[in-house]
């Protein structure tokens, strides 16, 4: 079932005119300064006890992912269940074997869901101190009927282009860089990626841990392997312990 349309404040690129390079130096310029060099961050005590936690649950990770065919973009619903696969299997790889249960949101509540886990996220990202953030009534009541303690929640956003697309788009950085005699050539960026990630404790409705991995393209958000390598990375703290 197509769910609507999405509307997101969490939007990591947008590259609009592919072929200003400027734009991509300025924005990817800054979320290395702004997030992607950011270290994770968690409650001590939450680390400190990471070893007497047996299994966590996922709630269903939001997800927007653009696809480029020729000239226009479109919403790239049917490969959405795809990536929220990816993200329970890299999940099971990089936490240490614990169980992972996965928490499906009925379709009928998924946009209003995906507004809440949005605001959940701003309200994480936007406050250094990570025991000083409350999250609101309003998302915490998607986790009222889980069993496990602790509640991963995920948000990626990425593009990616067609085979008729990526041909258009070489095709007439090929001709900027005849008419400019090699002094401009544009390279059309294939795909890009990247994922906010965070642990909540249900019982107190806070978060204990958060990372993210925005990352310079090309990042294939359909590739198994970029979703490891964002999970692997996001979760290096957790995996290292209070002491790491």
């Not at 795809?82 to 009928?108: C, F, S, W």
């Not at 209003?112 to 990570?130: D, H, M, S, V």
Request: aromatic content about 14%.
């Amino acid at each position: 079932m197509k769910r609507g349309d999405p509307v997101s404040i969490m939007n990591c690129h947008r590259p609009g005119n592919n072929y200003l390079i400027l734009y991509f130096i300025l924005i990817l310029g800054w979320f290395f300064l702004g997030f992607g060099c950011a270290t994770a961050r968690f409650k001590p005590d939450f680390l400190a006890a990471k070893d007497e936690i047996t299994g966590f649950a996922l709630l269903e990770p939001g997800v927007i992912i653009k696809k480029y065919l020729g000239n226009s973009t479109v919403f790239d619903f049917e490969n959405e269940n795809l990536i929220r696969k990816n993200i329970y299997k890299a999940l099971t790889e990089h936490m240490g074997g614990r169980q992972i249960e996965y928490v499906e949101i009925p379709d009928e509540r998924y946009d209003e869901y995906k507004k809440e886990l949005e605001k959940a996220f701003y309200l994480i990202r936007g406050t250094k101190n990570i025991g000083e953030v409350k999250l609101d009534e309003s998302f915490l009541k998607y986790l009222k009927d889980i069993d496990e303690k602790y509640v991963v929640i995920d948000y990626e956003y990425g593009f990616h282009r067609s085979g008729e697309s990526l041909a258009k788009s070489s095709l007439a950085a090929l001709i900027i860089g005849i008419l400019t005699l090699g002094l401009f050539v544009p390279y059309p960026i294939q795909a890009s990626s990247c994922m906010f990630l965070a642990i909540i404790d249900r019982e107190i409705g806070r978060p204990v841990y958060y990372d993210s991995y925005p990352e310079a393209p090309p990042l294939d958000p359909l590739d198994y392997k970029t979703t490891s390598r964002q999970v692997k990375k996001i979760l290096k703290q957790f995996n290292k312990g209070v002491k790491g």
